[in-house]
């Protein structure tokens, strides 16, 4: 892409209205702009490192055996009622009557509507365990949007939820989606800490939070300081009782959200108990037949009896996480982007645009590497070295390279890793390579 005909609006001051530094950020880097409160547009750069998200998250929901739907953003309020929640969920849940006076709502998460699939259709134990999931937008009228697409009242999030004969089966769902989540998280630069959890609105009775650790968090953790040296799980099929291995070994060690630390009787102290903010990216629930039973969603067991499946839900803030992962990885300057997320892996500068050599050099490169398939963006803009180079601080793409007119009389272009700043100069033919191998 050439920054020349690309839409990136950043801004040079920082915006009022941000709080924290994701939030800034974003906007400054011309990522989002916001439609009203909580509300946002994403922007084509914030566009790219969301849909880069949400892909990690659905490769790693495939491989662990869940199955893409898309379930619409409206849904009905006679379905909720059916589950008692339709008064329970309060102000949050915004709800809209459409034009023959029906009651609708736009939904908050899809517990209602996925059981009411799973009950049409489902029918024997034979088409068990199954996992459903979707990647769409909810909307919970949060009374305090703020920090963003930290919290904001529309937001992206993968919602899974599993059926199950029995309890057994339930935790071998669980468990499951335990370690993909590990996985998910490390994948995008992220190491997240389990955390025993409150299950909140959406009930039941074993929960685990995924946070990740940054300074603005919205909640105070504490956790043992040996997790954070917790292997991530390997790209394989693990059997249940491997499963159930990982989660013993990671739940293992004390990590505890403040309304659930209890300082007198926690069993570890001194230097071993770590207490620091974090951000909840993430949450899996078991709640058995909490939505099953008053949905009859039921199977005919191998005797021939009626058995009322027993159920989880497992989300992820895809939107949250943008802002999540900027809070985890910036410095003064601005993002600097995991590569897995990165919206363009390379920025390509033009020290002297006009400059034949110049041009002719940059075109080469920018060629090379977009035959070789690698994400690049081409700042090819006639502007000041300066503001090309604080530009790309900003947006925090991994890799730079730099090529001027004098680098070029030598035969070199400047190679910079974004993340150390550590620069290099070599032959574009060797840059070339760092960057394609
Ligand atoms: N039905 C369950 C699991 S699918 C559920 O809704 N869980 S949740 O309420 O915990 O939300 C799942 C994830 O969505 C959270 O961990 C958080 O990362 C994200 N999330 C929740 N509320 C917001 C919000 N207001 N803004 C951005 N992300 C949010």
Redesign the pocket.
């Known amino acids: 892409m050439r920054l020349s005909r690309y839409f990136l609006p950043t801004l040079k001051e920082d915006p009022k209205e941000a709080q924290i530094v994701s939030h800034r950020l974003m906007l400054r880097a011309g990522m989002i702009q916001q439609a009203s409160a909580?509300i946002y547009s994403w922007l084509p750069l914030g566009h790219r490192v969301l849909k880069k998200i949400e892909q990690i998250v659905r490769e790693e929901q495939d491989k662990a055996g869940a199955i893409e739907i898309l379930m619409p953003t409206i849904q009905s309020a006679d379905l909720w009622r059916q589950s008692n929640r339709y008064d329970d969920y309060g102000k949050e849940m915004l709800r809209i009557e459409d034009r023959h006076g029906r009651e609708m709502l736009y939904g908050?998460?899809?517990?209602e509507l996925v059981t009411d699939i799973f009950r049409t259709h489902v029918k024997s134990y034979k088409d068990l365990p199954l996992n459903l999931y979707h990647i769409q937008w909810?909307f919970?009228d949060?009374v305090r949007?703020r920090f963003g697409?930290?919290?904001?009242?529309?937001?992206?999030?993968?919602?899974?939820?599993s059926f199950d004969m029995d309890y057994e089966g339930a935790k071998i769902a669980y468990n499951r989606m335990f370690v993909a989540y590990l996985k998910t998280y490390a994948r995008m630069g992220l190491q997240a800490i389990p955390l025993r959890a409150d299950t909140?609105?959406?009930g039941g009775d074993l929960s685990h939070?995924?946070i990740i650790l940054a300074d603005t968090g919205e909640s105070e953790v504490f956790y043992h300081k040996d997790i954070l040296g917790l292997k991530t799980p390997e790209d394989k099929d693990y059997s249940p009782d491997e499963l159930q291995g990982i989660v013993d070994e990671w739940t293992s060690y004390y990590a505890a959200a403040d309304e659930m630390h209890d300082a007198d009787n926690c069993p570890i102290s001194g230097d071993e108990l770590v207490s620091r903010r974090g951000?909840?990216?993430?949450?899996?629930?078991h709640f058995g037949q909490k939505y099953s039973a008053p949905f009859e969603a039921n199977v005919t067991g191998p005797d021939g009896k009626d058995v009322t499946v027993s159920m989880g839900?497992?989300?992820?803030?895809?939107?949250?996480?943008v802002g999540?992962i900027i809070e985890a990885c910036h410095d003064e300057n601005g993002i600097i982007w995991p590569e897995a997320v990165a919206p363009f892996k390379v920025g390509l500068i033009n020290l002297k645009t006009g400059d034949e050599a110049c041009d002719q050099a940059c075109e080469d490169f920018y060629g090379k590497l977009q035959s070789a398939g690698v994400e690049v963006l081409y700042d090819d803009r006639n502007e000041r070295a300066g503001g090309k180079f604080a530009n790309m601080d900003l947006i925090g793409l991994p890799w730079q390279v730099t090529i001027g007119p004098r680098g070029l009389k030598s035969g070199v272009v400047e190679f910079k890793n974004r993340a150390t700043g550590e620069k290099t100069e070599l032959s574009p033919e060797d840059a070339l390579q760092r960057l394609v191998g």
Do not use: C, Q, W
């Open positions: 909580g908050p998460t899809n517990e909810k919970r949060e949007p697409v930290m919290r904001g009242r529309e937001f992206l999030m993968k919602d899974a939820y909140g609105p959406i939070e995924f951000i909840e990216v993430g949450h899996i629930f839900s497992y989300g992820i803030g895809v939107s949250r996480l999540g």
